[in-house]
């Protein structure tokens, strides 16, 4: 019986291209499944699109709630604006409103969230964004701390480089398995999280240790560029150009607690109202604008049982600054009488 004849080099590289053509089909089919799936619903495929939110974080939730037509309105901005309640909202003004608001983030995923926004909606009804501390950062790539997926909001070419990723592996099976389910839960298609309960069971309003942290007076903190310019002028120009002439966009200054407050005549207070004032200069340049500033020293801000902490508020809180909002939504809609 002959010996059985070693591999050729011919026979080794046979093995390699089918190998090779094995793992690229792989890669290939995985890819078409999860464009078709579509983990996210983006929409940039609609055959398995239901109409519904598949319950996942706001994060990545954004991108079908930003796109849904039902809602002509949109709150954007980060966890100090989110217990505004787009239902609320909806009842005081007549506009659809949905919550896009994603806690941890800056101007820079904002502002991503508003130009997906844009791409579905061109004569949005009414915009809200929250200006915060944070947009009044010296970097003007507003750097994020925390992970953000702006792929999903991108091009074609950032949306498919996404998906190869394991989460959206993951998501992508998740989401097969909730289109099977007969029995699927589904989350709240206008974004709307009450977090007032889990902060409350965490013990916020409750623990003497969290009691005493609301009462601490702020510290001296990093400076904003003491005094300006802010990156964040130019930033919010540009993102208006793009917004109809007579679409209402309001700003929202969103309260903090009095001690957090920092010294009146301070370098810090006085950078922080200079911000303040670029972004008021930059949102005139649209039209129909206006400001909804609750850092104006309201008896408000001086009330503990309004906070957990010093920077998020309660809904004890939130509902007059809802109603104040929609306010000035009612009155930038109004036609100008001579």
């Known amino acids: 019986m002959a010996a059985p004849r070693p591999p050729s080099d011919q026979d ?25 799936v579509d983990p996210y ?3 940039r495929s609609t055959l398995l699109s239901r109409g519904a939110v598949r319950p996942q974080g706001p994060r990545t ?28 909202l909806t009842r005081l003004t007549g506009i659809p409103f949905v919550q896009l608001s994603v806690p941890a983030t800056g101007p820079a ?24 501390a944070f947009w009044c950062a010296d970097d003007p790539s507003f750097p994020s701390e925390h992970g953000f997926p702006f792929w999903l909001l ?44 889990n902060y409350l069971g965490q013990g916020f309003g409750i623990d003497p240790a969290k009691k005493a942290a609301l009462e601490r007076p702020v510290g001296p903190g990093p400076e904003p560029q003491h005094g300006g310019p802010f990156p964040i002028a130019g930033r919010l120009r ?34 922080e109202a200079a911000c303040r004032s670029e972004v008021r200069a930059a949102l005139a340049t649209h039209r129909s604008s206006t400001v909804v500033d609750w850092r104006d020293g309201r008896p408000e801000a001086a009330d503990p049982d309004l906070f957990f902490d010093q920077t998020h508020y309660r809904l ?10 929609a306010a000035a939504i009612e009155r930038l809609r109004r036609p100008v009488t001579e």
């Open 12 to 36: 080794w590289r046979g093995f390699a291209r089918a190998l090779i053509l094995s793992v690229f089909g792989v890669f290939a089919a995985y890819l078409a499944l999860a464009v078709l």
């Open 41 to 43: 619903d983006t929409g």
């Open 61 to 88: 939730a954004s991108a079908v709630r930003g796109r849904d037509p039902a809602f002509t309105g949109a709150v954007i901005g980060n966890s100090h604006i989110q217990l505004i309640e787009p239902a609320t």
């Open 109 to 132: 995923e904002q502002f991503a969230l508003l130009d997906w926004y844009l791409q579905h909606h061109a004569r949005p009804a009414a915009l809200v964004l929250s200006a915060d």
């Open 154 to 197: 991108g091009g074609w070419p950032d949306y498919l480089g996404g998906l190869v990723r394991f989460p959206a592996a993951q998501e992508t099976i998740n989401r097969l398995g909730w289109l099977l389910n007969p029995r699927r839960r589904n989350a709240a298609p206008d974004g709307w999280w009450d977090y007032e309960r």
């Open 238 to 271: 540009a993102e208006l150009a793009r917004v109809p002439a007579e679409t209402p966009v309001v700003v929202v200054f969103p309260p903090v607690y009095a001690r957090a407050e920092p010294p009146p005549g301070s370098p810090r207070a006085v950078a």
């Open 316 to 325: 004890g809180l939130a509902r007059p600054l809802t109603a104040e909002i």
